[in-house]
């Protein structure tokens, strides 16, 4: 088994008889940002929590490194896993600094408190992801995008090699989208794996180095974003047509072939 993260013929089921992820077999490119694809009910989220250990599939396996991710301590998984929910709303007003210091939980004992090397890491990762000047301000009065890059923080503060993120481009307007894919591309260009789900096919071409696409709990794609986004591929997926168009420098994209002009 290679170095890296990949469901083995997972499946699993929120309830007896309907699957929600049926037989997954994929891998995360290492060092790299692998979108994970699919339309409104395809399993994205549900394989993402999978990944991380957030959910036990009810067959196969999660493998991590060529380990069995249930033979880990959650302390184990918390160093080499960070997870970037969709939604995530803290019951205390904590600061930006105080959300990305949690990070550093899983090497703490139940009475210990952080030292000046916890402190230099939260202060790494602030900097590294352009939080510096926004560390004491309240998470919860910070946008949505400066929410998802202190969650990005936040893992690098653990220790983790692999981050996952649950549809970080939700609720963000398009400079803020860029500036959480291309701050994410940047790490993985550093050595960090990620794993990010995402309605836009788009975002796997022009952020990421593989990609992955659902259907109905199935995996119907995998490879390069230029093999698994086709016009075909996606009609499978979404249940409508798709057409490829490309710019003057070659950057290609896909929208949906039947679409409204605009009004005169």
């Known amino acids: 088994m290679a170095m890296t993260l990949a469901a083995v013929d997972l499946s699993y089921s929120y309830t007896p008889g309907t699957l929600a992820l049926r037989d997954v077999s994929m891998s995360l490119e290492e060092c790299g940002t692998t979108f994970i694809l699919g339309g409104n009910g395809s399993g994205k989220t549900t394989l993402i929590q999978c990944l991380c250990g957030i959910r036990a599939p009810r067959s196969g396996s999660v493998q991590i490194d060529g380990r069995d991710l249930r033979t880990l301590h959650p302390l184990q998984r918390a160093r080499m896993i960070g997870f970037v929910p969709q939604i995530h709303e803290p019951v205390f007003t904590y600061s930006v600094y105080q959300v990305v210091l949690m990070g ?17 890491r939260v202060a790494a990762a602030l900097k590294a992801l352009g939080l510096w000047r926004l560390r004491d301000r309240p998470y919860t009065a910070i946008s949505g995008g400066e929410q998802r890059l202190t ?8 220790g983790a090699k692999y981050l996952l993120m649950d549809e970080p481009d939700a609720h963000l307007d398009p400079r803020h989208q860029h500036d959480v894919f291309t701050r994410a591309a940047d790490l993985a260009a550093e050595g960090f794996t990620f ?12 952020y990421g180095k593989s990609a992955v696409l659902l259907s109905a709990g199935r995996l119907i794609a995998q490879g390069s974003p230029q093999e698994v986004v086709t016009p075909e591929s996606l009609q499978h997926a979404y249940g409508m047509e798709f057409e490829a168009l490309t710019d003057t420098s070659g950057l290609r994209a896909v929208l949906p072939a039947t679409r409204r002009r605009p009004q005169s």
């Open 151 to 158: 969650l990005i923080a936040r893992g690098l503060t653990q």
């Open 195 to 206: 794993a990010i789900s995402s309605h836009n096919p788009n975002n796997a071409i022009l």
């Open 104 to 120: 550093r939980a899983p090497y703490l004992g139940p009475f210990s408190a952080p030292q000046k090397a916890d402190h230099e």
